[in-house]
């Protein structure tokens, strides 16, 4: 026995006194995972879960609101309506009503924006 095993106490070479526990197979069928919980005897061990149920309630899908795409020739910021970067932009056609009343904004149209993104 060396000093450190002294200083970390008594240290068997054998390995009879290890606690082991059966392998598991993974489940593939979903039915749960491996929880720790309450056992019948009253112990506190691990126990399958119950399976999750999934969701069968759909959300209603929401319309989209029409979009229109805009030019701007400079960076603006406009409160309650939106910002513009320079260039073109894709904004919801309320704001584009507001937006076109500037006079450094004006409507792309839709050869002109897939020109610019190479389509």
């Known amino acids: 026995m060396s000093e450190n095993d002294a200083w970390n106490g008594s240290v ?4 009879a006194d290890l606690i082991t526990a059966k ?16 056992l ?17 309630t759909t959300q209603p899908k929401k319309e989209k ?4 795409a805009l030019h701007s020739t400079k960076n603006v910021v406009w409160e309650n309506v939106g ?10 056609a309320a704001a584009a009503e507001k937006w076109l009343t ?5 409507e792309a149209t ?8 190479g389509k």
Do not use: C, F, Q
Request: proline letters at 6%.
């Open 12 to 15: 068997s070479d054998s390995h």
């Open 23 to 38: 392998a598991t197979k993974k489940r593939s069928d979903g039915d749960g995972t491996d929880v720790v919980g309450s």
């Open 40 to 56: 019948e005897t009253g112990a506190i061990g691990v126990k399958k879960s119950a399976p999750k149920k999934k969701a069968t």
């Open 65 to 68: 609101e029409p979009t229109v």
């Open 83 to 92: 910002k513009l970067a320079k260039g073109y932009n894709i904004v919801p």
């Open 102 to 106: 500037r006079s450094h904004v004006r």
């Open 110 to 117: 839709p050869e002109e924006i897939a020109r610019e993104y």
